[in-house]
Structures are given as structure tokens and as C-alpha cells.
């Protein structure tokens, strides 16, 4: 009589959300001094709310509220319109290297990821994951493509195959081709692999502006 094997005590997706729920926890511990003196950077050279909240898509379309440490001015959304036309990027994304918008401060926490570390409070919420595809505005997506409902099937995270594959130059269809394949190949060893690129790509400074 064949013998069926032993089921795993935990689904891949329990095993991940596990795993996200420890690192973030442990992270926010670790980094709590040290993120309370980037707050008050931010805040010392532009007074106001030191967080910038932003709706992005989640698992499913679901819409989220996306926290980060502010870079820019309080009034940099106004302010867009007075640069469309230097933007670098292929729509629907916008990209200028040297946007005047941005702090001194907002210089240095972008090219170190670090305006990303308030998102580990996204990830014990469930809104996100540490590795995953990065989570994009509603404008930038059509959610009448097979390849965008795909790419929505899985959480958004903080490190992704595409962060270290380019960052800032990627355009998007190269970054959709790259959440793709990480989704068709994920597995927790991949995850692994990803984490420990992205501090060295972040170490490194490589792709960002």
C-alpha cells in the first residue's frame, strides 16, 4: 500500500508570512534609535509631518496606505507639474535624476533605501512583505492585463528581484518582466538570495537616485 508523504507543518505562504512578521518585528526593534534620528533630520530641515503616506496597489489591487519617510518638500505634489517635462522615465512611470524637489536629507535616505524603513510597520500590518514585487501606484496599472492581475497575485514587498537588477534604471517593462519571473520562481531560498543582494546593493548605492 503506497504511503502518502508527511504534509509540511506550514505552507509555503504561512512559512512566509512567518518569516516577514519576525524579521519586521526584530528590524523595528533594532533600528528604533536610529530611525527616531532620521525623524528628526527630516523634520529639522523641513518642518511638518516627517512621513509620507501614499496609496499604493496590494495583493489582489487591493488599495493600502504606503508609509515612508519623507524627502521631498511638504509641497512637492503641487511642484510636479513645474517638471514633467524633465522626467527620464517611459510613462505611466515619472523619474528625474536630480529632482529639486528633493531634501538634502531626502538625498541620502533614497540612495541608502532608508526613507523604506518605516514600511516594515506595512509589513506587520499585511499589507506587504519583505520580498516581493515593489508595491506601484493605482495610475500605473491596468487592471485589464493578464500580466498586472498576475503580477497583483502575490503581496508587494520591500526588497525585490528588480531592486537589484537596476533600481532607478529599470524601465517598466523591464521591471513587470522581472516581477513576473520572480513570481514563477519564488521560493524561500530565493527570498534568502534576494535579502542579502539588496544590502549589498544598497551598500553600494548601485541604480538609485
Known amino acids: 500500500v503506497p504511503v502518502a508523504p508527511p504534509r509540511p507543518l506550514l505552507s509555503p505562504a504561512a512559512i512566509k508570512r512567518l518569516f516577514d512578521v519576525l524579521t519586521a518585528s526584530l528590524a523595528l526593534l533594532v533600528a528604533l534609535p536610529f530611525f527616531a534620528v532620521l525623524v528628526v533630520a527630516v523634520v529639522i530641515e523641513s518642518p511638518g509631518n ?3 503616506v501614499q496609496e499604493r496597489l496590494g ?13 521631498m518638500v511638504r509641497d512637492a505634489e503641487q511642484r510636479r507639474a513645474e517638471i514633467e517635462h524633465l522626467n ?10 536630480n529632482d529639486p524637489r528633493i531634501t538634502r536629507i531626502g538625498r541620502v535616505l533614497r ?25 506601484r501606484l493605482p495610475y500605473e496599472f491596468s487592471l ?13 514587498g520591500l526588497a525585490g528581484l528588480w531592486q537589484v537588477s537596476g533600481r532607478a534604471k529599470l524601465d517598466y517593462d523591464e521591471a513587470l518582466a522581472l516581477d513576473l ?6 521560493s524561500f531560498w530565493l ?3 534576494l535579502i542579502a543582494k539588496t544590502f549589498w546593493v544598497v551598500l553600494t548605492l548601485r541604480g538609485a537616485y
Open 50 to 52: 516627517p512621513f509620507f
Open 111 to 135: 540612495a541608502a533605501s532608508l526613507d523604506e524603513l518605516p514600511q516594515l510597520i506595512n509589513v506587520l500590518r499585511g499589507d506587504m512583505s519583505i520580498v516581493g514585487p515593489r508595491p
Open 181 to 186: 519571473e520572480y513570481i514563477d520562481t519564488w
Open 59 to 71: 495583493l489582489h489591487g487591493r488599495r493600502f496606505k504606503l508609509l515612508k519617510l519623507r524627502t
Open 144 to 156: 485589464d492585463d493578464p500580466a498586472i492581475i498576475r503580477r497583483l497575485s502575490v503581496k508587494p
Open 88 to 97: 527620464e522615465a517611459k510613462p505611466p512611470l515619472f523619474k528625474v535624476r
Open 191 to 193: 527570498d534568502m538570495k
